[in-house]
C-alpha cells in the first residue's frame, strides 16, 4: 500500500470496471472471511496513488462516480457486518465458519458460511473472482426452506452491473457440495454475494421465520 506497493485499486487487474469491482469482491470477502478487517486508508474510496505519509488523502476522488459508489459500498459494508452477528460472535471458534465448496478453482468460485448459535443468524457467501456471470450457479446449503440475498457487492449503487438476486430463493431437495439442499442463484461477475435464510422448515414440519 506504500513505498511503491501501488493501492489496492491500482493493483487490480481489468479495464476501469473490473478494477472496482475487483476491489469490490476483495472487501465483500474478507468482511464475510473471519478475522480482523485491516483496510488501508484511502482504500475505502479507491485511491490510486498509494498512501503519502507527508499528504493528504486524494478526497477530491469523490468527486467521480466510481469512487464515490465504492466509499458507499465501504460504508455498507461496515454497517452489514454490526448488524449480523454472524460475522463476528464466533469470530475465534471454529464453529462459527465452514466451507460449503472451496474446491471450485476451475471457475474461481468460494463458497462458505458463517454461524453463531442460532441457524436464523446464518450467512451463506459466494465470490465469483472472475469477470464470467453465471446465471443459474446452484450452491449447498444446510437447511431447508427459503433465503433471500442479504447483500451484494454488485448492486448498481455500489457501481456493479445490477445482477441481483431478487425476492424469496426456495431450497430444493438436492444433495449438493455435501449439503442436504441447494439453490439455485445468479452469480454476477467479480462479486461478493451474501444469502440469509428468512424461514426454515424443522424437521417435524413446522416453519420458523426470522423476524424483520
Not at 452469480?187 to 428468512?198: G, N, R, S
Request: one cysteine or more.
Amino acid at each position: 500500500m506504500v513505498h511503491g506497493k501501488k493501492s489496492s485499486l491500482n493493483k487490480m487487474p481489468g479495464d476501469y470496471w473490473q478494477k472496482f469491482a475487483n476491489l469490490r469482491v476483495l472487501f465483500g470477502y474478507m468482511m464475510a472471511h473471519p478475522g480482523k478487517k485491516p483496510l488501508f486508508m484511502g482504500g475505502e474510496f479507491g485511491q490510486f496513488d498509494e498512501w503519502k505519509d507527508l499528504e493528504d488523502l486524494d478526497w477530491e476522488m469523490l468527486g467521480y462516480d466510481s469512487h464515490r459508489s465504492m466509499h458507499r459500498y465501504v460504508r455498507d459494508l461496515n454497517h452489514l457486518y454490526l448488524r449480523e452477528p454472524a460475522l463476528w460472535k464466533l469470530d475465534h471458534r471454529p464453529e462459527g465458519f465452514s466451507w460449503i465448496d472451496p474446491h471450485d478453482s476451475k471457475q474461481s468460485i468460494t463458497t462458505f458460511m458463517r454461524k453463531t448459535e442460532n441457524p436464523e443468524d446464518s450467512l451463506i457467501a459466494v465470490c465469483n473472482f472472475t469477470p464470467v456471470y453465471h446465471e443459474k450457479y446452484r450452491i449447498g446449503v444446510p437447511y431447508e426452506g427459503v433465503y433471500v440475498e442479504q447483500f451484494s457487492s454488485d448492486a448498481g449503487e455500489y457501481g456493479g452491473s445490477g445482477k441481483l438476486n431478487s425476492g424469496k430463493l426456495k431450497t430444493e431437495a438436492v444433495s449438493w457440495h455435501y449439503q442436504p439442499y441447494s439453490l439455485h442463484i445468479s452469480l454476477p461477475p467479480l462479486a461478493a454475494v451474501l444469502f440469509k435464510p428468512i424461514e426454515i422448515k424443522r424437521r417435524r414440519g413446522s416453519v420458523k421465520t426470522r423476524k424483520g
